[in-house]
């Protein structure tokens, strides 16, 4: 598991192996703010101590984080001003949550016009920058409609004039009591103080009654708006050493787009719709039972490495997902305790194919005993399977153009080979 006070980031590398970057630590300062605050488990997407899914947040009454804390970082959730809401609360309860167990909760009173629901403190190095565009992406639930100019993402600099919000783009059609995505980008202004946030604005006319509003699932990235999906892991393995099991992946040619790996456990072979929510930030031991079949998934890891190592059960079936910064959820690929071929250094090595990159036809040169071979592309689907390589060739002329992985299998153990189709 990736401890939660680093930084990391993992050099997507094209070939078999991955080498992982050294890690990028902060400072000693910043390391013991972190130690002492006890920042979020959530260390996936470009900014993890904001706690979007707020599955580290302590349930009770949000803190009042105004102006006069300007120069003081928020360790927690948080709402501008006392008085001018009611029922602001963190709610460990899931039912109410979008994700998770927990969501948070605000009503602004109806003689204010404005209050601002505010994540923790964004701190060096993996702060919010001067001077750049972020999309602010969130869920919402509300008993009724809320208009455009009453609810927005932005982002404050606290006791100064430089915070920013803008209009709400809606997901959907909104629906009573039914989570709604919501997003916003903002560019932000050219000073910070130390206490500055993303936020979610409420508004509305004093004297006027106003809804109690749900929120979840709250994301800040560099950028546009983006909900393209990343593509899938390639040719996951499992490995059972002494009662120790590694379950691995290869990471996607095309990278994580600032984000990393989840992957969901089940006690019996998932169906194919059941998946995580889309967008949805979980931690390590969050469930979900989306899908057919009244399955639970667990989830037993969320990082940036390839790999991970548990307690080795029979009958346990393994989802990984690719999730970007936006947490969009790749398609998955399944992996299984019953698999127990490994990827074999040696057996790799006794194998080359070429040319490469090709057109047409592939070599294989190995005195090894090759029982099958399986070419998968890029978001992890077989587009090739043969048993029978008496003349060592393989044709791939009619896939398409791209990177694909060739996974060699001799019974025991397997060869992975990364290919360039021209």
Do not use: C
């Not at 993890?48 to 580290?56: R, V």
């Not at 928020?74 to 899931?94: H, V």
């Not at 208009?147 to 959907?172: C, F, H, I, M, W």
């Not at 890891?301 to 947490?327: L, N, P, Q, R, W």
């Amino acid at each position: 598991m990736v401890n939660q006070l680093t930084l990391k980031f993992l050099l997507m590398k094209k070939t078999l192996h991955f080498t992982r970057m050294t890690k990028l630590s902060f400072s000693i300062l910043v390391f013991s703010l972190l130690f002492n605050f006890g920042y979020s488990q959530q260390i996936i997407g470009e900014f993890p101590i904001m706690d979007g899914g707020l599955e580290n947040q302590t349930a009770g009454n949000l803190k009042s984080q105004g102006s006069s804390a300007k120069d003081t970082p928020s360790t927690t959730w948080s709402i501008s001003t006392t008085g001018g809401t009611t029922d602001e609360k963190i709610l460990d309860t899931p039912n109410d949550a979008r994700t998770g167990s927990f969501s948070a909760q605000a009503q602004l009173n109806n003689d204010k016009d404005n209050a601002r629901l505010q994540v923790p403190s964004t701190l060096a190095p993996n702060a919010l920058a001067v001077s750049t565009k972020y999309t602010v992406q969130f869920f919402y639930k509300s008993p009724e409609a809320i208009a455009e100019g009453n609810l927005k993402p932005g982002v404050y600099l606290n006791n100064t004039s430089g915070g920013k919000t803008t209009n709400r783009t809606d997901v959907g059609t909104f629906a009573p009591n039914t989570w709604i995505k919501s997003w916003g980008t903002v560019t932000t202004n050219t000073t910070y103080n130390v206490s500055n946030w993303a936020v979610v604005r409420l508004g509305g006319d004093k004297g006027v009654d106003k809804p109690l509003i749900s929120f979840d699932d709250f994301v800040v990235y560099a950028g546009e708006y983006d909900n393209t999906a990343p593509d899938a892991p390639i040719a996951g393995s499992y490995s059972n050493n002494a009662g120790t099991a590694t379950i691995s992946w290869t990471a996607p040619a095309s990278g994580v787009d600032n984000g990393g790996y989840v992957v969901f456990k089940y006690s019996s072979d998932p169906n194919e719709d059941n998946d995580p929510n889309q967008n949805g930030i979980y931690n390590v031991g969050s469930t979900t039972t989306n899908g057919t079949g009244n399955l639970t998934g667990t989830v037993a890891y969320i990082g940036t490495d390839t790999s991970f190592t548990e307690t080795h059960v029979a009958g346990t079936f393994y989802k990984v997902y690719t999730v970007d910064k936006a947490f969009n959820y790749s398609d998955e690929i399944e992996i299984s305790s019953s698999g127990t071929a490994s990827v074999d250094d040696v057996f790799n090595s006794k194998i080359s194919i070429y040319p490469n990159p090709t057109r047409d036809l592939i070599n294989i040169s190995t005195s090894e005993s090759i029982l099958s071979v399986e070419i998968f592309n890029i978001i992890g689907k077989k587009v090739f399977s043969n048993s029978n390589l008496q003349n060592k060739k393989i044709d791939i002329s009619n896939l398409s153009r791209g990177v694909y992985m060739m996974k060699f299998t001799n019974g025991t153990s397997f060869a992975i080979k990364r290919i360039v189709k021209n």
